[in-house]
């Protein structure tokens, strides 16, 4: 019998190893691991870079939705103490595995990291409103809710305004502030961190703004140093030293209002007005209301100087202005050279007509004028001047003397 043999050589032998040899850029011979499974924030993510039958690695690097992460010095192992929302994305590693004589880089497939919110950020309510008025109590609730897989962890809250710390870490996610004033206005805002502080989230800001009744305004009267005349200028003043913006100013003549203003950002209103007439002078007053309480100054009078014009009567219905019917009343005082007269205003026509001119004479203004009697000697000379004086005045109106 024959008998074949076969030789070995290094080229076979070379040969064998390759039947064994990954092929390169493969991903079955390089996995990635990630832990836990479900991973929360705060919680510590471990990730691990392994080779096909723990095949040793070397030269391992991570990378996060394909951008280099990081690389660790002589392991397989990336911990990653707290992880955060932000530490999601799609992870994979590569590594150095050797087959002598040639070492080959191997990439593992992608692996989805998903960290999940342990707790949502927390919103700051205030009751019964973010604008209380003054003196009442208001409660500040801090409200956020934990994953129901770790429902079982503490939270503690802390309660803040503008850059002040009104209560640091506790349990109670409630802060009563009793009796508020208008100084307790301002921003406010809470933090909700876990037990331990891996985890903490603020809350958006809160304006709380506390309404403060208006104080009782006080009105100032300006014009000359001297009571005010018809044209001059008279300038309202009202003023109510508290209370919360914006105000609203009501400006009253006895009981009738006259003016308003609004004060956006509180401070004072004022009205200014020329005077008109007799009728621009009496009690002056203000009013402040700003929604939550009003109130009214004290009056303050408002006299004029000297006498005021009069109103020019309108004319006669159906015939012209008469200036004067004189009708001389003789009424003797203790001095016997003075007497006292009686005038009424109406028209020539009225004598034709005596029920209209009777009428007339009755709704007519008196006009009461002293007189000097004169002596009989005295009376024919000076009764013709002065009839005819009466004449030119007149016009064609025809006086009567009684």
Same mark, same amino acid.
């Given at each position: 019998?024959?008998?074949?043999?076969?030789?070995?050589?290094?080229?076979?032998?070379?040969?064998?190893?390759?039947?064994?040899?990954?092929?390169?850029?493969?991903?079955?011979?390089?996995?990635?691991?990630?832990?836990?499974? %479900?991973?929360?924030?705060?919680?510590?993510?471990?990730?691990?870079?392994?080779?096909?039958?723990?095949?040793?690695?070397? $030269?391992?690097?991570?990378?996060?939705?394909?951008?280099?992460?990081?690389?660790?010095?002589?392991? $397989?192992?990336?911990?990653?103490?707290?992880?955060?929302?932000?530490?999601?994305?799609?992870?994979?590693?590569?590594?150095?595995?050797?087959?002598?004589?040639?070492?080959?880089?191997?990439?593992?497939?992608?692996?989805?990291?998903?960290?999940?919110?342990?707790?949502?950020?927390?919103?700051?309510?205030?009751? !019964?409103?973010?604008?209380?008025?003054?003196?009442?109590?208001?409660?500040?609730?801090?409200?956020?809710?934990?994953?129901?897989?770790?429902?079982?962890?503490?939270?503690?809250?802390?309660?803040?305004?503008?850059?002040?710390?009104?209560?640091?870490?506790? !349990?109670?996610?409630?802060?009563?502030?009793?009796?508020?004033?208008?100084?307790?206005?301002?921003?406010?805002?809470?933090?909700?961190?876990?037990?331990?502080?891996?985890?903490?989230?603020?809350?958006?800001?809160?304006?709380?703004?506390?309404?403060?009744?208006?104080?009782? %305004?006080?009105?100032? @009267?300006?014009?000359?140093?001297?009571?005010?005349?018809?044209?001059?200028?008279?300038?309202? @003043?009202?003023?109510?030293?508290?209370?919360?913006?914006?105000?609203?100013?009501?400006?009253?003549?006895?009981?009738?209002?006259?003016?308003?203003?609004?004060?956006?950002?509180?401070?004072?209103?004022?009205?200014?007005? %020329?005077?008109?007439?007799? $009728?621009?002078?009496?009690?002056?007053?203000?009013?402040?209301?700003?929604?939550?309480?009003?109130?009214?100054?004290?009056?303050?009078?408002?006299?004029?100087?000297? %006498?005021?014009?009069?109103?020019?009567? !309108?004319?006669?219905?159906?015939?012209?202005?008469?200036?004067?019917?004189?009708?001389?009343?003789?009424?003797?005082?203790?001095?016997?050279?003075?007497?006292?007269?009686?005038?009424?205003?109406?028209?020539?026509?009225?004598?034709?007509?005596?029920?209209?001119?009777?009428?007339?004479?009755?709704?007519?203004?008196?006009?009461?004028?002293?007189?000097?009697?004169?002596?009989?000697?005295?009376?024919?000379?000076?009764?013709?001047?002065?009839?005819?004086?009466?004449? =030119?005045? @007149?016009?064609?109106? =025809? =006086?009567?003397?009684?």
């Amino acid at each position: 019998m024959n008998v074949a043999i076969f030789r070995t050589g290094p080229m076979l032998l070379w040969t064998a190893v390759l039947l064994f040899v990954p092929c390169v850029g493969k991903t079955a011979w390089l996995y990635l691991q990630a832990w836990p499974n %479900p991973v929360f924030e705060g919680d510590a993510l471990t990730l691990q870079c392994q080779g096909w039958k723990n095949t040793p690695l070397s $030269q391992v690097k991570f990378y996060r939705d394909g951008k280099f992460l990081h690389s660790p010095k002589k392991t $397989q192992t990336l911990s990653m103490e707290a992880a955060t929302v932000q530490s999601s994305g799609q992870y994979s590693c590569t590594g150095q595995v050797m087959y002598i004589p040639q070492i080959f880089t191997l990439t593992s497939e992608t692996v989805m990291v998903q960290v999940q919110e342990l707790f949502p950020p927390p919103v700051l309510s205030a009751s !019964p409103s973010p604008e209380p008025r003054e003196g009442s109590l208001v409660t500040l609730r801090c409200q956020t809710k934990l994953h129901p897989l770790r429902s079982t962890l503490r939270l503690l809250f802390s309660f803040h305004k503008d850059s002040h710390t009104l209560q640091d870490r506790g !349990p109670h996610p409630e802060l009563c502030i009793p009796g508020v004033k208008e100084g307790d206005s301002g921003l406010y805002w809470c933090e909700v961190a876990l037990k331990g502080g891996q985890v903490q989230k603020q809350s958006p800001q809160l304006g709380v703004r506390v309404q403060a009744p208006v104080s009782c %305004p006080v009105l100032t @009267l300006h014009h000359g140093p001297t009571d005010p005349a018809v044209g001059d200028m008279v300038q309202l @003043l009202c003023e109510a030293q508290r209370g919360s913006p914006p105000i609203l100013y009501l400006f009253y003549l006895d009981e009738k209002i006259v003016g308003n203003h609004s004060a956006p950002c509180g401070g004072n209103a004022s009205l200014l007005f %020329p005077v008109k007439s007799e $009728q621009d002078a009496g009690n002056y007053s203000c009013e402040a209301e700003n929604g939550v309480s009003r109130e009214r100054s004290e009056p303050k009078k408002l006299s004029l100087k000297g %006498p005021l014009p009069s109103q020019i009567p !309108p004319p006669a219905p159906g015939g012209e202005q008469c200036p004067l019917y004189a009708n001389v009343q003789h009424q003797k005082e203790k001095d016997e050279g003075i007497v006292y007269s009686v005038v009424h205003r109406t028209s020539k026509r009225s004598e034709a007509r005596p029920a209209e001119f009777a009428a007339e004479r009755k709704d007519s203004p008196i006009i009461y004028a002293e007189v000097r009697c004169l002596q009989p000697s005295e009376v024919s000379s000076k009764e013709v001047n002065i009839r005819s004086t009466l004449q =030119e005045s @007149l016009g064609d109106c =025809e =006086e009567v003397l009684c």
